[in-house]
């Protein structure tokens, strides 16, 4: 039982390294976060650090995801435990304690510890972000709706309802993260809407 608790606290601990906060500080001499949308991911990075930027930061944050997967099916550990170590590697990602609770999105850590944990899932990830993607017209939008319709496809599947709901954990996680991203899309949406209406 005791391992099991470590290992959660240690998930968290490894979700905070936050590799964009980190890169930018350490080349660029800056905090990352006093730009564009004020968070430590990918997209953002790459405002100041370009197309390498971003690769460094997705890769980077993926791997803390995938890194967490692997050490619980290492130790052998139940489902149940790998997905709630996914849950708090996400968390710590989203809230890292070291940069006053504010880090990333939690996108491409899911995506590293799902990749690691359920391959398929990632592809059923991908396919619905990508039929989405003309109707949305927004990369992060379209990865973000696709992630709240994945515990649906889960549930389709005939997986275990522990697992649906895990999903769904993640999925209003980051949705909540990505609250910013969420109201901004919904407002250009109801703001074209209204100017077509006056045409």
């Known amino acids: 039982m005791w391992l099991r608790g470590i290992l959660i606290i240690l998930s968290y601990l490894i979700g905070c390294f936050n ?4 890169y930018v500080r350490f080349v660029y001499k800056t905090d990352v976060r006093s730009v564009g949308s004020s968070v430590t991911g990918a997209y953002n990075v790459s405002k100041i650090g370009g197309k390498m930027g971003f690769v460094i930061t997705f890769v980077g944050d993926a791997l803390k995801g995938t890194f967490v997967v692997l050490l619980c099916h290492l130790l052998k550990l139940e489902d149940s435990i790998t997905m709630t170590c996914i849950l708090m590697v996400i968390l710590g990602h ?48 379209s990865c973000l709706f696709a ?53």
Request: hydrophobic residues 55%; aromatic residues 16%; charged residues 15%.
């Open 94 to 141: 989203i809230v890292p304690f070291q940069l006053k609770f504010r880090g990333g999105k939690g996108l491409s850590t899911a995506f590293g510890a799902l990749i690691a944990f359920h391959p398929l899932w990632i592809i059923y990830w991908i396919i619905i972000a990508i039929l989405l993607l003309p109707l949305i017209r927004r990369y992060t939008i």
């Open 147 to 199: 992630l709240l319709l994945l515990p649906l496809a889960v549930f389709i599947e005939n997986y275990s309802m522990k697992m649906v709901v895990f999903m769904l954990l993640y999925a209003v996680v980051i949705s909540i993260a990505c609250r910013d991203n969420l109201k901004d899309y919904l407002n250009t949406r109801a703001y074209n809407g209204w100017n077509k209406d006056k045409k």
């Open 19 to 22: 590799t964009g906060y980190y």
